[in-house]
């Protein structure tokens, strides 16, 4: 784990731990990956942020996850259809109903509420949009591409043809 990074002159000294010891390098260039705040116990404990403020650099006010599921409550009926998977749009609107984002993939339903890459995908603009709006709200479409007129067609297609069928 890198605990320091300082810069001398024309180098950078990077410090950490390793096995039972520490460790110390010298570089000419350095790429700062830190992580997030996510996993505390995997080293994604904000700590990379304390070493690039250290460096000079500075850090947006606004940190959040990415890319993770999202949950629902235990009542939905989307928790009811666990396992289910489906293409979906998911936009994210505003409490005014002005969407925001809209993104259209694979949705999975989950014991949770729903992931697969739809919902990892627009998990950031939920987050970011509900610290500005309170009222900001997730609408999904299961039937992209579908209007309520081809929809409308659609099933009255069905029900001429299951006349008469029973």
């Known amino acids: 784990r890198v605990e320091r990074i300082e810069r ?14 520490e460790r110390v390098l010298l570089a000419r260039e350095v790429v700062l990956a830190t992580g997030g705040m996510s996993l505390p116990k995997s080293g994604s404990d904000g700590h990379g942020y304390a070493i690039a403020r250290s460096l000079g650099h500075t850090i947006t006010p606004r940190v959040f996850p990415a890319l993770v599921p999202l949950t629902l ?46 919902a990892l995908d627009v998990s950031r603009f939920v987050i970011d949009a509900l610290a500005d709006d309170s009222g900001a709200h997730l609408v999904m479409n299961a039937l992209p591409g579908e209007s309520a007129e081809s929809l409308d067609l659609a099933l009255r297609g069905l029900a001429r043809a299951s006349v008469g069928r029973f």
């Not at 001398?8 to 010891?21: H, L, Q, Y």
């Not at 998911?90 to 729903?114: D, K, M, N, Y």
């Open 8 to 21: 001398r002159g024309e180098r950078f000294v990077v410090s950490g731990r390793a096995g039972n010891g």
């Open 73 to 118: 409550a235990r009542g939905s009926f989307l928790v009811a259809l666990s396992g289910v998977s489906f293409p979906a749009t998911l936009e994210v609107r505003s409490a005014a109903g002005r969407r925001l984002v809209a993104i259209t993939g694979p949705t999975l339903c989950a014991h949770f509420g729903i992931s697969g890459p739809a």
